[in-house]
Nanobody, 116 residues
Framework: QVQLVESGGGLVQAGGSLRLSCAISRTLFSFTAMGWYRQAPGKQRELVATVANGGSTNYADSVKGRFTISRNYLRNTVILQMSSLKTEDTGVYYC??????????WGQGTQVTVSS
């Protein structure tokens, strides 16, 4: 069973920064891609950023230039560095790992609240 554990969420003022971390219980080489998704109250879960094992990244238009996704193979972690945060970035952020593009693993989520 693969476990994903997010950390780093919290309350921050608009314009501030947060760093989310996702610790995965299996080597990152097991997965074809890792990423972060978020869900705001009353809205569907949406993609924030992904990184493929080959290194290519994909970002939601709303976070381009402000968020950066990276991964650490030695520590089996996926990082989301968020800066210039906006109130609309508020939501629960979920870590995702995709195995052979067939199986999705999810963390329990971490709350990010951006105040005005």
């Amino acid at each position: 069973q693969v476990q994903l554990v997010e950390s780093g969420g919290g309350l921050v003022q608009a314009g501030g920064s947060l760093r989310l971390s996702c610790a995965i219980s299996r080597t990152l080489f097991s997965f074809t891609a890792m990423g972060w998704y978020r869900q705001a109250p009353g809205k569907q879960r949406e993609l924030v950023a992904t990184v493929a094992n080959g290194g290519s990244t994909n970002y939601a238009d709303s976070v381009k230039g402000r968020f950066t996704i990276s991964r650490n193979y030695l520590r089996n972690t996926v990082i989301l560095q968020m800066s210039s945060l906006k109130t609309e970035d508020t939501g629960v952020y979920y870590c995702n790992a995709k195995e052979r593009d067939l199986i999705d693993y999810w963390g329990q989520g971490t709350q990010v609240t951006v105040s005005s």
